[in-house]
């Protein structure tokens, strides 16, 4: 009997092709980024929902291959600080759903269910300090239950201001999940500054800086979501998110769009591909050169760096 099958090792060898260690991975800071996008984590495992212990493996997998979390408002200022190696990752959550943030009450006070992504976040981090805790929420202040802010009414202002006080980001997601391409200017833009103000009822003051839009979709015209007043609450968004579109490109590079950042949704096959995409093709890979004020390229790529950096970075060329 043939046991061994040639090409069908050969494309299992592509499939499972082994991570890079650190020290193979030379910095690429023109590489891409994963931006995932999780929506519940909950039974059953499904199209719109990750499991709590699939999303515990997520972590996992993203912390072993190299992976370290940043704040999307970081990668937005071109503030990575992440170890010579590492690579950039953000987690961002849709619809401010029961299993992202669950209390559960104890005599006289709560506790973070560790079963709920916070909780499941924040043990990770204990376990792995070097993984980071960062994620921004695009919650919805005015949704019907479950997704009016993770669905603990007494608790939606005390589970915001944990959040923050954690480092975490809150986004705007609109009010209640508005389709913004089927309203005309005045709608969208009070669905837009009416979940900030809602937002601020508990956290006075916050100003959401990137906005994900609901089912992916614009409004007619782009302004309209970028920046406006109503009744004198004024609202800015420096990103805009989409639903889709894979691996998001570096804040460096000329092609980086923050009013169209393209998303990867967290299912298993999604992650699956882009976690073996990245092994198979670790030139496309954004690598830190572990030094936030330096920007480090591959030789002759520098006329790919965007024009606008900041002041403070400098550019270097690696051979
Ligand atoms: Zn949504």
Redesign the pocket.
């Known amino acids: 009997m043939r046991s061994l099958h040639p090409p069908i090792l050969a494309a299992c060898a592509l499939l499972f092709a082994p991570t890079p260690s650190a020290a193979q991975r030379p910095a690429n800071e023109l590489g891409r980024i994963m931006i995932l996008e999780y929506h519940k984590i909950d039974h059953p495992e499904g199209r719109w929902s990750r499991t709590p212990a699939n999303f515990r493996r997520d972590l996992e997998r993203l912390w072993e291959k190299g992976y370290r979390l940043v704040a999307l408002n970081d990668l937005l200022d071109g503030r990575i600080d992440v170890p010579a190696g590492a690579t950039p990752v953000v987690l961002t959550f849709?619809?401010s759903s029961p299993g992202q943030f669950r209390y559960i009450e104890k005599t006289g006070t709560v506790e973070i269910d560790p079963e709920s992504a916070v909780g499941i976040l924040e043990r990770f981090a204990r376990e792995h300090p070097d993984f980071g805790l960062k994620a921004t929420f695009?919650v919805l202040p005015g949704a019907d239950p479950p997704n009016r802010l993770f669905n603990q009414p007494a608790h939606a202002g005390r589970k915001l201001r944990y959040l923050v006080s954690r480092g975490f980001e809150i986004g705007n997601?609109t009010l209640w999940?508005a389709d913004l391409a089927r309203y005309g200017e005045e709608t969208v833009r009070r669905q837009l500054a009416t979940a900030q103000e809602w937002i601020q009822r508990h956290l006075p003051g916050y100003r959401p800086r990137t906005l994900?839009l609901?089912m992916g979709n614009y409004p007619r015209e782009i302004g309209w979501a970028v920046r406006g007043s109503v009744n004198g609450l004024s609202y800015e968004h420096h990103a805009i998110l989409r639903v889709s579109g894979g691996a998001a490109p570096s804040p460096f590079s000329g092609g980086f769009d923050p009013l169209r950042l393209p998303r990867m949704q967290a299912l298993e096959s999604e992650i699956s591909y882009w976690l073996g995409y990245f092994d198979r093709n670790l030139s496309e890979r954004f690598v830190s050169d572990g030094d936030p004020l330096t920007v480090t390229v591959p030789k002759g790529q520098r006329e790919a760096v965007r024009n606008a950096l900041p002041p403070s970075l400098r550019i270097v060329e690696r051979d």
Request: zero cysteines; a negative charge.
């Open positions: 849709d619809d695009y997601h999940h994900a609901p």
